[in-house]
């Protein structure tokens, strides 16, 4: 399973951005999709997640009511929504998969495959 995170850059706090995870092959209706971020000198952490059928999702309480998973089997692509964003969300973002994706993990030991990150600045 290949995929990569896309969408990243320079955003004023405040602003919005929408991540693109795509992938290659039709891996992607049967997993699961997890962001997660890692600032400077942080461990990786759980951003948000979406099950295979799309009908549970999960968010750090971090960035709940202010980003948005969503998914597109059809585009073979997973959509971050970041909005009302804050300097402390800076930092590198990654899409990884997890199967067989019924629900939502947190831990990132569960997911087999991850792309390559996208970085999100946030800052005046």
């Known amino acids: 399973v290949q995929l990569q995170a896309s969408g990243g850059g320079l955003v004023q706090p405040g602003g919005s951005l929408k991540l693109s995870c795509g992938f290659a092959?039709?891996?992607?209706?049967?997993?699961?999709i997890g962001w997660f971020r890692q600032a400077p000198g942080k461990e990786r952490e759980a951003v948000a997640c979406?099950?295979?059928?799309?009908?549970?999702?999960y968010y750090a309480d971090s960035v709940k009511d202010r980003f948005v998973i969503s998914r597109d089997n059809a585009k073979n692509s997973v959509f971050l929504q970041l909005s009302s964003l804050k300097p402390e969300d800076t930092a590198e973002y990654f899409c990884?998969?997890?199967?067989?994706?019924?629900?939502?993990?947190?831990?990132?030991?569960?997911?087999?495959?991850w792309g390559q990150g996208t970085l999100v600045t946030v800052s005046s």
């Open positions: 979406i099950n295979r059928g799309g009908d549970s999702t």
């Open positions: 990884a998969v997890d199967f067989p994706g019924d629900r939502c993990e947190t831990q990132s030991h569960f997911y087999e495959f």
């Open positions: 092959g039709n891996a992607l209706p049967n997993a699961a």
